[in-house]
């Protein structure tokens, strides 16, 4: 199935949103659903496979993995978040190969030092712009593939030098190649507007749940001026508020077989996850083990004659 090209949907004049997936489990879901395009969001990411902050302690090699698996799962495109290209300019370089090999579709880089933290926690530090700009050029040239392979560059600039600083490293970042730009935690409406009219490159908006930003519409966003937007927290606050809920009741009552605790079917999750597949093969292939094989007919199961 082929996956749909993120700037051949862009060039269209489409507005894109992308579901955050934090686990396969929301993978496969997503895929009962319906979605173009996802979101490889590192927070949660980090959070369902290791239980850890993102706080830059996952390394590439655990995000790259994770975001393989996402790409091999989902039959959407995958926006992937590469934090900061996980370290200098040679970083930069061979995150970009192994995320585009990997089969991401846009690969988000920020300006942060390294280690990064959330771009919606305090503490950020962000790196000097020439830094950030040398980055955006390193991660143009190293895609294979300069046409379905785009970048978003990301700055989280807002707390520390202000909106106006945030703005002038985003049309900075435009300028040094990037396809797509990225001002995160936008506090204010007026704020995204005033982004969405001075930025000449297509605008990516962050509607984290809970985070500083505030959340609006697809058909809002578009009238501030964004061409996609990204909803990194929503499976996974979620998710954590189900299985909480879940827990509370079974902890409670004693048993699983409650109406307050909804449960998906097991029958469709069989479904959803690829057990029908696994039955059909080995319908094709089991045997009886209690019966003997013949001589011939493993002769006839290895093609070779004995």
């Known amino acids: 199935m082929a996956k749909r090209s993120l700037r051949a949907a862009l060039d269209a004049g489409e507005f894109i949103m992308a579901p955050g997936i ?12 319906g979605f173009d395009f996802v979101y490889g969001t590192g927070y949660w990411m980090t959070a369902s496979a290791y239980g850890l902050p993102d ?3 996952a390394t590439y090699s655990q995000m790259l993995d994770r975001v393989a698996t996402l790409v091999r799962t ?3 495109s995958v926006i992937a978040d590469a934090d900061t290209g996980y370290g200098g300019l040679l970083n930069v370089h061979h995150t970009v190969r192994g995320y585009e090999d990997a089969g991401v579709k846009a690969i988000q880089i920020e300006d942060q030092e390294f280690p990064k933290k959330c771009g919606h926690t305090p503490f950020k530090r962000i790196v000097p712009m020439i830094d950030m700009i040398e980055k955006v050029k390193v991660a143009c040239q190293a895609r294979r593939d300069p046409v379905e392979t785009l970048i978003i560059a990301r700055t989280d600039a807002r707390q520390s030098e202000g909106f106006e ?3 002038r490293r985003a049309v900075a970042y435009g ?16 704020e995204m507007r005033a982004a969405g009219a001075r930025i000449g490159k297509p605008l990516m908006a962050n509607m984290a749940d809970g985070g ?8 809002a966003l578009a009238a501030l001026g964004y061409r996609l937007a990204i909803y990194p927290s929503m499976t996974g606050l979620a998710a954590a508020h189900a299985v909480q809920t879940a827990l509370i009741e079974f902890k ?3 048993t699983s077989d409650a109406p307050s605790i909804p449960l998906f079917s097991f029958k469709a999750f069989n479904s959803l996850i690829g057990f029908e597949e696994v039955w059909a093969f080995e319908r094709l292939w089991a ?7 013949s001589d011939d007919e493993a002769s006839a199961a290895d093609g070779r004659p004995r």
């Open 22 to 33: 934090h686990d396969m489990i929301a993978a496969v879901i997503s895929n009962e659903v």
């Open 55 to 57: 706080a830059g302690i």
């Open 74 to 76: 989902v039959n959407a």
């Open 165 to 167: 600083g945030a703005v």
């Open 175 to 190: 300028e040094a190649g990037a396809d797509i730009v990225f001002l995160e935690a936008l506090e204010s409406e007026d």
């Open 212 to 219: 500083k930003t505030p959340i609006r519409s697809g058909e």
């Open 252 to 254: 409670r009552l004693g």
């Open 287 to 293: 045997r009886d083990v209690q019966k003997p094989v």
